[in-house]
C-alpha cells in the first residue's frame, strides 16, 4: 500500500525568503506525484505534478519540485515566497495509470508568510 | 467553463439525521471521486466512479454512506445516520479519462463543511 508523509506540520517562513516542503512516500510500484494547495474554504488547486521524465517539475505560481527516487521523496521548493503563499500544501501519490487512479495525500504542511 | 460545483457548502444536521451532499463535476468528465477531510488531515479516498458505474467504494466508511451518479455526471454522497465522527469537508473531485496513457489530473470542487451535532 502507498503511504506519504509530509515532515512539517507547520513552516513560518517570511516575505520573499526561500522555502522547502518536505515529502516523502512509499510504495512498491512506480508512483505519480501530485502537491496541490489548499487556499482557506476552498478546494484543492493542483500546483504541480510528477509522471516522469525530467525528475525537477515547474508548477504556477513559482513552485517547482524535484523527485529523487533514491530517497523516496518529492520535496516542494520555492525561492522567494509572497504573503499570497500562505495556504495549506499536500503532497499526493497515486500508484495507477488507469482509470481510477486514486490519490493518497499525506497530512499537510500550513505555510504561513509573515511580512 | 465551470468547475467543480458542490451543495450545500456547509450543513449542520442533528445526529442520527440523514444528509445528502451534491457534486456537479465539469462537463464531459467521466471520472468523479469523493474524498472526505477530517479536520487537520489530508483528503482520504471514499469512492470512485466512471460515467454511472460505482467501480471502487473501498473507502467508503460504514454501511451508512452510499454515493450514486445514475446519470454519470452528478453525483450525490448520502450519509444516513449521522454520527459526530462523520463531521468533516466532503470533497469531490473529476478528471478527464482520455483513455491512453498519462494520468488523469483530478479537479477539486469547493467542498461540503458537515458538522453533526
Known amino acids: 500500500a502507498q503511504s506519504v508523509t509530509q515532515l512539517d506540520s507547520q513552516v513560518p517562513v517570511f516575505e520573499e525568503a526561500p522555502v522547502e516542503l518536505r515529502c516523502n512516500y512509499s510504495?512498491?510500484?512506480?508512483?505519480?506525484l501530485f502537491w496541490y494547495v489548499q487556499y482557506p474554504n476552498q478546494g484543492l488547486q493542483l500546483l504541480l505534478k510528477?509522471?516522469?521524465?525530467?525528475?525537477l517539475v515547474k508548477g504556477i505560481n513559482g513552485f517547482e519540485a524535484e523527485f529523487n527516487k533514491s530517497q523516496t521523496s518529492f520535496h516542494l521548493r520555492k525561492p522567494s515566497v509572497h504573503i499570497s503563499d500562505t495556504a495549506e500544501y499536500f503532497c499526493a501519490v497515486s500508484e495507477s495509470e488507469t482509470s481510477g487512479s486514486r490519490l493518497t495525500f499525506g497530512e499537510g504542511t500550513q505555510l504561513t508568510v509573515n511580512p | 467553463g465551470a468547475g467543480v460545483s458542490q451543495s450545500p457548502r456547509y450543513k449542520v444536521a442533528k445526529r442520527g439525521q440523514d444528509v445528502a451532499l451534491r457534486c456537479d463535476p465539469i462537463?464531459?468528465?467521466?471520472?468523479l471521486f469523493w474524498y472526505q477531510q477530517a479536520l487537520g488531515q489530508g483528503p482520504e479516498f471514499l469512492t470512485y466512479f466512471q460515467n454511472e458505474a460505482q467501480l471502487d467504494k473501498s473507502g467508503l466508511p460504514s454501511d451508512r454512506f452510499f454515493a450514486e451518479r445514475p446519470e454519470g455526471s452528478v453525483s450525490t454522497l448520502k450519509i444516513q445516520r449521522t454520527q459526530q465522527e462523520d463531521s468533516a469537508v466532503y470533497l469531490c473531485?473529476?478528471?478527464?479519462?482520455?483513455?491512453?496513457?498519462?494520468?488523469?489530473?483530478?479537479?477539486f470542487g469547493p467542498g461540503t463543511r458537515l458538522l453533526v451535532l
Open positions: 510528477y509522471l516522469s521524465g525530467s525528475t
Open positions: 473531485a473529476s478528471s478527464f479519462w482520455t483513455g491512453g496513457s498519462g494520468v488523469e489530473t483530478q479537479y
Open positions: 462537463s464531459g468528465h467521466v471520472s
Open positions: 510504495s512498491s510500484v512506480s508512483v505519480y
